[in-house]
């Protein structure tokens, strides 16, 4: 449904239309600033983005939440000079994370993962560097890049010291934590479940299984492109990246890459979880029908005594006997307690 909404509302539209396509995340949308240098910082939120450029000083962060505003997302994007094809693919938050490059200014778009009660909740984050300003572009103003206001706002590490781009490093490094923090909540549910699918194997721990292995191969998925993207801006030397950050980049596009083997080996893992539990589920329907096929191969025998002293002839002999009735019944119980321990005997039933 989610592809088929994506195509419906781009079928027939021309290159650049702007359509919002995802799930609506907030009321209304805003538009936060943050300019900050070695000796300051200043935040505030505007309705017009056109405040940004004209009282821009030092490095300036323009951080827009609310997609599902178009109105909102073209006029940032006017007053930066961005092409309407870059606000279409921030617009549509199915879109493949990448990079970018255009004559003044890089678009990096990713994707995040939010861990929540119902697994990892995942967002599009579009990010553009344009000099002295980096945007981002959230479906809703969660706290992914808190850590960051925080760290500009404390003045720790670098970050006030340094350049626009060391923000966009900084703003990708927290995408790609969240899916550390993600796949460490998948596998936290991942060891409860292994303790389920051995003790008691139900329609609930399958449901679980599956809706974790989407998990992962969303997480997987958005890993992918990125690792492409991690390496354009780690070995692109381009021309808004200071030579100095590549130590940086190129950590994040390990990360990725260690993100990537994580979500192998949890599909691996639970893979192989949906197999034990197919093997129990399995094991458990033989044992029922092993107990179903020993009762009627019991009663069986008992089922032909009956049947031979049912036929009703005149000339049966034990039916006018008075020991007929008893004796019939000792032979029914008599065969089936043979049975039951010839089953004994063979290990088929308790043995003990």
Same mark, same amino acid.
């Given at each position: 449904?989610?592809?088929?909404?994506?195509?419906?509302?781009?079928?027939?539209?021309?290159?650049?239309?702007?359509?919002?396509?995802?799930?609506?995340?907030?009321?209304?949308?805003?538009?936060?600033?943050?300019?900050?240098?070695?000796?300051?910082?200043?935040?505030?939120?505007?309705?017009?983005?056109?405040?940004?450029?004209?009282?821009?000083?030092?490095?300036?962060?323009?951080?827009?939440?609310?997609?599902?505003?178009?109105?909102?997302?073209?006029?940032?994007?006017?007053?930066?000079? %961005?092409?309407?094809?870059? !606000?279409?693919? @921030?617009? *549509?938050?199915?879109?493949?994370?990448?990079?970018? /490059?255009? =004559?003044?200014?890089?678009?990096?778009?990713?994707?995040?993962?939010?861990?929540?009660?119902?697994?990892?909740?995942?967002?599009?984050?579009?990010?553009?560097?344009?000099?002295?300003?980096?945007?981002?572009?959230?479906?809703?103003?969660?706290?992914?890049?808190?850590?960051?206001?925080?760290?500009?706002?404390?003045?720790?590490?670098?970050?006030?010291?340094?350049?626009?781009?060391? %923000?966009?490093?900084?703003? !990708?490094?927290? @995408?790609? *934590?969240?899916?550390?923090?993600?796949?460490?909540? /998948?596998? =936290?549910?991942?060891?409860?479940?292994?303790?389920?699918?051995?003790?008691?194997?139900?329609?609930?721990?399958?449901?679980?299984?599956?809706?974790?292995?989407?998990?992962?191969?969303?997480?997987?998925?958005?890993?992918?492109?990125?690792?492409?993207?991690?390496?354009?801006?780690?070995?692109?030397?381009?021309?808004?990246?200071?030579?100095?950050?590549?130590?940086?980049?190129?950590?994040?596009?390990?990360?990725?890459?260690?993100?990537?083997?994580?979500?192998?080996?949890?599909?691996?893992?639970?893979?192989?979880?949906?197999?034990?539990?197919?093997?129990?589920?399995?094991?458990?329907?033989?044992?029922?029908?092993?107990?179903?096929?020993?009762?009627?191969?019991?009663?069986?025998?008992?089922?032909?005594?009956?049947?031979?002293?049912?036929?009703?002839?005149?000339?049966?002999?034990?039916?006018?006997?008075?020991?007929?009735?008893?004796?019939?019944?000792?032979?029914?119980?008599?065969?089936?307690?043979?049975?039951?321990?010839?089953?004994?005997?063979?290990?088929?039933?308790?043995?003990?």
């Amino acid at each position: 449904m989610r592809f088929a909404k994506r195509r419906q509302a781009h079928t027939g539209a021309p290159p650049g239309t702007l359509v919002h396509v995802g799930s609506r995340r907030v009321e209304r949308a805003r538009v936060r600033v943050v300019s900050y240098g070695p000796e300051f910082v200043e935040e505030r939120e505007v309705a017009d983005p056109a405040d940004c450029i004209a009282n821009a000083r030092g490095v300036t962060w323009v951080a827009v939440s609310g997609l599902h505003e178009v109105d909102a997302v073209r006029t940032v994007g006017e007053c930066f000079g %961005l092409h309407p094809l870059v !606000l279409e693919d @921030v617009l *549509d938050t199915g879109q493949r994370p990448k990079v970018e /490059i255009f =004559e003044d200014y890089i678009v990096c778009i990713a994707r995040s993962f939010e861990p929540d009660e119902d697994g990892a909740t995942p967002q599009q984050v579009s990010l553009v560097l344009k000099p002295p300003f980096v945007l981002s572009f959230e479906e809703s103003a969660g706290s992914l890049f808190n850590p960051i206001r925080g760290r500009i706002e404390s003045g720790l590490g670098r970050i006030r010291a340094s350049g626009p781009d060391y %923000l966009l490093y900084a703003l !990708l490094d927290s @995408v790609v *934590d969240s899916w550390f923090t993600s796949l460490d909540h /998948i596998t =936290e549910q991942t060891e409860e479940l292994e303790q389920a699918v051995v003790s008691e194997p139900n329609g609930e721990t399958l449901r679980l299984i599956h809706h974790l292995r989407s998990e992962v191969a969303d997480i997987r998925r958005a890993a992918g492109p990125m690792r492409e993207a991690a390496g354009l801006l780690w070995r692109g030397e381009l021309e808004f990246i200071n030579p100095d950050l590549e130590l940086y980049l190129r950590d994040v596009y390990d990360h990725v890459i260690h993100v990537e083997e994580l979500t192998e080996d949890l599909r691996d893992i639970l893979m192989g979880m949906l197999d034990i539990y197919l093997s129990g589920i399995s094991n458990r329907m033989n044992e029922i029908m092993k107990v179903l096929t020993m009762i009627a191969t019991i009663f069986i025998p008992a089922t032909f005594v009956a049947g031979v002293y049912g036929m009703n002839f005149d000339y049966m002999p034990e039916l006018r006997q008075p020991w007929g009735y008893p004796v019939a019944l000792g032979i029914m119980l008599a065969i089936g307690v043979g049975m039951l321990l010839y089953f004994r005997r063979k290990g088929w039933i308790w043995s003990g």
